[in-house]
């Protein structure tokens, strides 16, 4: 069975090839051309990029890409929008997922739709909280491809899971039990192995295991929900765990080098961060211990949700059609199939169609990396961010607010009003 969809997916992509250049293609790319990619990728990342623009030439050898690194993301789309408002723009770029429901309702990104027409891609290939992020509410289209897909999971000492017969939380009515069980004191009572470590320093990191639970930062009535008694119990019960000694709230700074170090030497059983560093992960134990991914304890609510970062890839709207036929052909190239699966391999970041999440080249990156498995099982509980602009400065608010709970013993109930009340006034200035 599994010879047979690896042979599935070469025709599939055979198929694809010859459609790039069919005559009854409207986009097909007949002639040579140099498309530029701009990115904000590091330099950890050149040597491979280089290396999947020349492997993509051999493939489509009438285009060649030239990858331009611009700088961070907020760098990058801070040039894109200074390059559309004038003459010269790339064919193709890589835009971070929080800027993209504004570019799309700007109108700067080309409708992907035609194209998914002309080379005959299902959109339900896209991983469902990743094909969201990619729409655009007004007329449901597509105007980006998921690339650099991440989000927020629990890495855990597997070793540690199994030697001493623990089992992960699946449900948040299980956390209480494991948090006693896993944690492990010294004899004048200090901490000598976390149960947990909560991310705190971002509010990716922690949103969901509220908001999951029934916490509503703006509630439909244009208000903030923060101080509503269902954040209050779910606050209480973190606020235990940490003066218990069971978990830890990183926050300030240095925070997400130090939660890493404290996994690495095996003083934190579960840590909660981003997927994109799985190979970070794997490279620094380096086989001290197992490690595996698990997702999100699922709220008595019944949802597990965690929320989509990273990046996408968009067209500029304002791109010659040259440009942007040759420039989707690309796009598609890198964001599907073995390309995608590579880079997950390099990076740590996730592809973002069902169809990468199988065949032989799938089986390798599980051989060398086994918790992709737990990660790509989790795949459909990932939901995109909220992409009202005035959003992250209300959860920037409620972070602060919680650290001085959890770092700094500041009582819950107090402080959690004084955060929906300058959450209200940033809602009553929009």
């Given amino acids: 069975m599994k010879k047979l969809i690896a042979l599935f997916l070469a025709l599939l992509m055979a198929l694809t090839v010859s459609a790039a250049f069919a005559d009854d ?10 498309i530029e990619w701009w990115h904000s990728n590091e330099d ?3 040597e491979f990029i280089q290396e999947l623009a020349a492997q993509f030439h051999e493939e489509y050898p ?3 890409v030239e990858p331009v690194y611009i700088g961070s993301g907020t760098v990058l789309a ?5 390059a559309i408002q004038g003459d010269a723009v790339p064919a193709v770029s890589q835009v971070n997922v929080s800027y993209l429901a504004e570019y799309f309702d700007s109108g700067v990104c080309t409708d992907l739709e035609p194209y998914f027409k002309a080379y005959g891609i299902d959109k339900d290939d896209f991983v469902k909280g990743y094909r969201k992020t990619a729409t655009r509410e007004s007329d449901g289209h597509m105007y980006s491809l998921p690339f650099l897909a991440s989000t927020q999971v629990i890495y855990y000492n597997k070793t540690v899971v199994k030697d001493e017969g623990l089992t992960i939380p699946t449900k948040w009515e299980d956390m209480d039990a494991f948090m006693k069980a896993a944690t492990k004191f010294n004899d004048d009572g200090t901490t000598a192995r976390w149960a947990f470590v909560f991310g705190g320093w971002g509010t990716n990191y922690f949103e969901t295991l509220f908001t999951n639970y029934g916490v509503e930062v703006i509630k439909e009535d244009g ?10 119990e779910i606050t209480n019960q973190i606020k235990g765990w940490c003066d218990a000694g069971y978990a830890y709230w990183a926050y300030g700074s240095g925070s997400s080098g130090n939660m890493r170090q404290h996994f690495w030497d095996g003083e ?3 840590v909660t961060h981003t997927c994109s560093l799985i190979t970070t992960y794997r490279d620094k134990i380096a086989g001290a211990f197992e490690f595996d991914i698990a997702g999100f304890p699922a709220a008595p609510t019944g949802l597990a949700y965690t929320l989509l970062s990273g990046n996408h890839l968009v067209i500029p709207k304002k791109a010659s059609q040259a440009q942007k036929n040759a420039g989707f052909v690309f796009a598609n190239w890198v964001t599907s199939g073995e390309g995608s699966l590579r880079w997950a391999e390099v990076s740590g970041y996730m592809p973002g169609r069902y169809s990468a999440m199988q065949g032989e080249a799938y089986e390798a990156l599980i051989e060398k990396t086994p918790a992709y498995e737990g990660l790509f099982a989790n795949v459909d509980n990932i939901q995109p961010q909220d992409a009202r602009t005035y959003y ?3 959860t920037n608010e409620w972070m602060k607010s919680l650290a001085l709970i959890f770092c700094e013993g500041a009582p819950v109930e107090e402080t959690l009003q004084d955060c929906a009340n300058t959450v209200n006034e940033i809602l009553e200035d929009l």
């Fill in 392 to 394: 992250a400065s209300c």
């Fill in 62 to 64: 009438l285009i060649t």
């Fill in 44 to 46: 950890q990342y050149t």
């Fill in 223 to 232: 208000t903030c929900g923060l101080a509503d008694p269902i954040s209050i």
């Fill in 268 to 270: 934190a059983v579960c």
């Fill in 78 to 82: 801070e040039k894109l929008i200074a």
């Fill in 25 to 34: 293609n409207p986009y097909a790319v007949t002639e040579p051309i140099t």
